[in-house]
């Protein structure tokens, strides 16, 4: 790294802890709120001994350290309380856990603990730019750094796993770009970061099965049948998704692969009230709904969901409004992507020696998003589009990627008009 580099990377960075110790709210108390309040009840209820995972109001309210709690709350509390919370993917509650365990109920350590993890995500990106575009990216990723502090300083005030989903996104974008370039030790570990974020929150879980795709077209145009870090990357994310499937599934004496909310948020996303894009359970008390006369109950939920939309076509149009609170937060660089796209076929057309370069493996990520957005919610409740936002690094590295091409293409335009005239 440049002297003057050395020197930028430090001002950057004092920037944002600066900016952090104005705008942080980091308090020891958790309030009540999406699914905070159940994260906050596991570690509470095991910290005083009860079994991982065990939810809901049980020792005192007032140990719980949750504000704002009023009868309405305190009563739906209590409706989900004394039961193993099955469906909650366990690394982030084991994370939860562990920390009470050892430094007692102190959710203000939890959130400084993110706040690390956000500065070291943020750390990645500059990482990454420099090692996809060099010395052009080493900038691009501090800017990139700095944006992604400034958008996402919330996130790490909230006992929610999206901070730790955003680290193992950069950190999987590192390791597939080594891995891309042949290293077998990067497959085994993109895997295995992969595996580890699917027990973190299943939102990147849609990666998995399109980077095997998209890695068996890469052998398959570049004629190389060199199979070993696609097969490396595979065992990977199915050892680590596999073992801890496999514990849950033994304790639960059933066969459980990767425990999340899936089914039934597929259903609370995809019914008759969600023309606002947004989550309605009311659908379970409704005898009315779609969901209590299909007679799927024993099939796969995504097959009823799809099964609703053929038989009620008109509810399609509740997927605009999913998009429009999936991304609401990422205007900015949604202009910046879309521009990149204008820039790249204005390129393409006029056969540039130098094309645009952003990693395929980029593309995969939006799509993921995407796609998840459309299956199953926006949740803005605790902030806003707090999934998708999960890539808003990946987001601020494309767009910038595709300011700095357009700046230099403009200006290579503009000065050989000049020099013609």
């Known amino acids: 790294m440049k002297k003057n580099q050395k020197y930028l990377l430090v001002l950057v960075i004092a920037a944002a802890v600066v900016f952090i110790m104005i705008r942080g709210n980091y308090t020891n108390s958790v309030i009540f709120t999406g699914d905070?309040?159940?994260?906050?009840?596991?570690?509470?209820?095991?910290?005083?001994?009860?079994?991982?995972?065990?939810?809901?109001?049980i020792e005192n309210a007032e140990t719980y350290k949750i504000t704002s709690l009023d009868e309405g709350k305190m009563e739906f509390w209590k409706r989900f309380s004394g039961f193993k919370a099955i469906h909650r993917s366990p690394l982030y509650p084991f994370f939860i856990c562990s920390v009470y365990k050892v430094a007692g109920i102190n959710?203000?350590?939890?959130?400084?603990?993110?706040?690390?993890?956000?500065?070291?995500?943020?750390?990645?990106?500059?990482?990454?730019?420099?090692?996809l575009w060099g010395d052009k990216g080493f900038y691009i990723g501090i800017a990139s750094f700095l944006a992604f502090i400034i958008l996402n300083y919330k996130y790490p005030e909230h006992l929610m796993p999206e901070t730790f989903q955003s680290f193992f996104l950069h950190l999987l974008i590192l390791c597939t770009a080594r891995y891309y370039r042949g290293s077998i030790g990067s497959a085994i570990a993109a895997g295995i970061i992969l595996g580890i974020s699917a027990l973190n929150k299943g939102t990147m879980i849609l990666l998995f099965p399109m980077m095997i795709i998209y890695g068996v077209y890469r052998i398959w145009t570049s004629h190389k049948h060199n199979y070993t870090g696609l097969i490396m990357f595979a065992a990977g994310f199915l050892v680590v998704t596999g073992s801890g499937s496999m514990m849950l599934s033994i304790e639960?004496?059933?066969?459980?692969?990767?425990?999340?909310?899936?089914?039934?948020?597929?259903?609370?996303?995809?019914?008759?009230?969600?023309?606002?894009?947004?989550?309605?359970?009311?659908?379970?008390?409704?005898?009315?709904?779609?969901?209590?006369?299909?007679?799927?109950?024993?099939?796969?939920?995504?097959?009823?969901v799809f099964q609703f939309y053929y038989n009620n076509p008109n509810f399609l149009f509740n997927l605009f409004p999913k998009i429009t609170h999936g991304f609401c937060v990422l205007p900015s660089s949604i202009f910046c992507f879309a521009f990149g796209f204008i820039l790249l076929f204005i390129r393409w057309i006029q056969k540039a020696k130098a094309p645009l370069f952003v990693p395929a493996y980029f593309y995969l990520v939006f799509l993921n998003f995407l796609i998840f957005t459309l299956l199953f919610y926006a949740d803005n409740e605790t902030y806003l589009s707090r999934y998708v936002k999960t890539m808003d690094g990946v987001f601020l590295l494309t767009g910038l990627y595709f300011l700095c091409e357009a700046y230099s293409f403009i200006y290579v335009k503009l000065k050989h008009h000049s020099n013609e005239k």
């Open 252 to 304: 639960q004496n059933r066969f459980i692969y990767i425990s999340t909310q899936g089914n039934e948020v597929l259903l609370d996303g995809n019914n008759e009230l969600c023309a606002d894009g947004l989550w309605h359970p009311e659908w379970r008390e409704n005898n009315s709904s779609y969901y209590h006369h299909d007679h799927g109950e024993n099939w796969p939920s995504l097959f009823r």
């Open 107 to 131: 959710p203000v350590l939890v959130k400084y603990i993110q706040l690390l993890i956000l500065f070291v995500s943020a750390f990645l990106l500059i990482i990454i730019g420099r090692y």
């Open 36 to 57: 905070e309040w159940e994260y906050q009840s596991i570690g509470v209820n095991f910290y005083y001994g009860h079994d991982f995972l065990t939810t809901g109001l």
